[in-house]
């Protein structure tokens, strides 16, 4: 089945200057390494990314980072989804402007207990006023961090209303069942997994692929079940390693352990730091990860 969007995505997390303002040539490098992993795409600016802690402008710069070391718009697939709707599409045309067409798109989120008409009137809004046909959007669905759940109704008349449009949700709620209900309900709508362990069931159940925190390490073994799916004698044991190096990335406040364990892959400092409210590992926090890490497959 084809998709608009599919295949390995790296929710690629975001490295930071001392001051704390975002490392534009760290960043460019990974977004490189990852396309040398074997990832199809780079979701920068996701809640792996920290974009809630960054501004527009930050953002905007580093969108075009990635693009001014030469990596292809239709590799990228940036979150521009904020509680303000001028400001998303703010982000999303500033994509567009970039030849950056695909986004992924979180619902605005501050107010909670918002009806199913109030955040169809949301993406309406947005949607009519960027007025672009080129955009693909990719719903964001994260209700344990947005407090804002994207229904199956909801997610049924935003296809119906915009079909060229609105082509791809990211689950990242863990609730596989879900995922199997959009894409059985919805063929050739792309189910893109949150979770990299979901992403090989999801796939037999029709889905798309994934949009992962995981990736940022693991993006080859993800791409090994991608490409071979079916063949088991292959995919379980790139499985079995995905499993174990998420295990490890949830181990203390993940984002903050992303990090550390990309630096730790990497040999890099620069991925020690996180903006608050996230803060970095302590020192036995980071003994115990690099312990756990020397024992990874």
């Keep these: ?42 979701a920068l600016l996701g809640t792996t990314g920290e974009a809630n802690s960054f501004s527009v402008a930050e953002r905007r710069q580093i969108l075009e980072a990635a693009l001014r070391a030469g990596i292809a718009p239709d590799r990228l697939l940036p979150g521009t989804g904020v509680n303000a709707a001028p400001e998303t599409v703010e982000l999303t045309r500033h994509a567009l402007a970039n030849g950056v067409t695909r986004v ?33 959007i990719v719903l964001y669905h994260i209700p344990q961090v947005s407090g804002v759940p994207l229904s199956h109704a909801l997610i049924a008349r935003l296809i119906e209303a915009f079909p060229t449009t609105v082509v791809g949700i990211k689950d990242s709620a863990g609730d596989l069942s879900n995922m199997q209900a959009i894409a059985a309900a919805h063929p050739g709508f792309a189910v893109l997994a949150g979770a990299d362990p979901l992403m090989l069931p999801l796939l037999k159940s029709g889905g798309a692929g994934c949009i992962t925190a995981t990736s940022n390490l693991v993006g080859d073994s993800l791409r090994v079940i991608y490409d071979h799916l079916g063949d088991e004698a292959v995919v379980e044991p790139a499985q079995a390693r995905i499993n ?47 312990e756990k890490f020397a024992l990874l497959p």
């Design 104 to 136: 992924v798109m979180l619902p605005p989120s501050y107010y909670k207990g918002v009806s199913d008409e109030g955040l169809f009137a949301a993406y309406a809004r947005i949607i009519e006023s960027i007025g672009d046909e080129r955009l693909k």
């Design 1 to 42: 089945m084809s998709f608009t969007v599919s295949g390995v995505n790296c929710a690629a997390a975001t490295p930071l200057n001392a001051d704390l303002t975002p490392d534009l040539g760290l960043f460019v490098a990974h977004c490189r390494h990852l396309l040398d992993l074997g990832c199809h795409g780079i």
């Design 244 to 290: 174990a190096w998420r295990s490890l990335s949830n181990s203390y406040v993940q984002i903050p352990t992303i990090k550390a364990m990309i630096g730790l892959q990497s040999g890099s400092t620069g991925w020690s730091r996180a903006r608050p409210p996230l803060l970095p590992l302590g020192d036995a926090q980071l003994s115990d990860l690099r």
